[in-house]
């Protein structure tokens, strides 16, 4: 792809990344703007399954007003979330639909 390509970025919550079917419809239409000339961002979260593996560890997750509060020390099971779990799965499902992730 070449630098000058209009660039298409795309922020999912982490409860719109836990659905394979809104994931796999959203991969399609990211697709045809991949076909078209477009280079494509995606940038997701992953709050649920954060919460799952603090809670896993034993860490309480904490939130003030509707924000997480992520100690640094906690940073490895936000690291072990995002660029594990969630990313892994979304990688999946969009090579699922012809998608080079």
């Keep these: 792809m070449m ?3 209009p660039l298409t970025v795309v ?3 982490g409860r719109f990344a836990e659905d ?3 994931i796999l419809s959203l991969a399609e239409e990211l697709k045809d703007l991949i076909l078209q000339g477009n280079r ?4 997701h979260g992953g709050g649920v399954v954060i919460s799952q593996i603090q809670e896993k560890y034993g860490v309480v997750p904490r939130f003030i007003q509707g924000l997480r ?3 640094p020390e906690e940073m490895p099971l936000v690291d072990m979330a995002l660029a594990g779990l969630v990313n892994k799965r979304l990688v999946r499902l969009f090579i699922r639909t012809g998608i080079s992730a």
């Design 40 to 43: 494509v961002l995606l940038v």
């Design 3 to 5: 630098a000058g390509q």
């Design 11 to 13: 922020k999912i919550g």
């Design 20 to 22: 394979d079917s809104s």
């Design 69 to 71: 509060q992520t100690a």
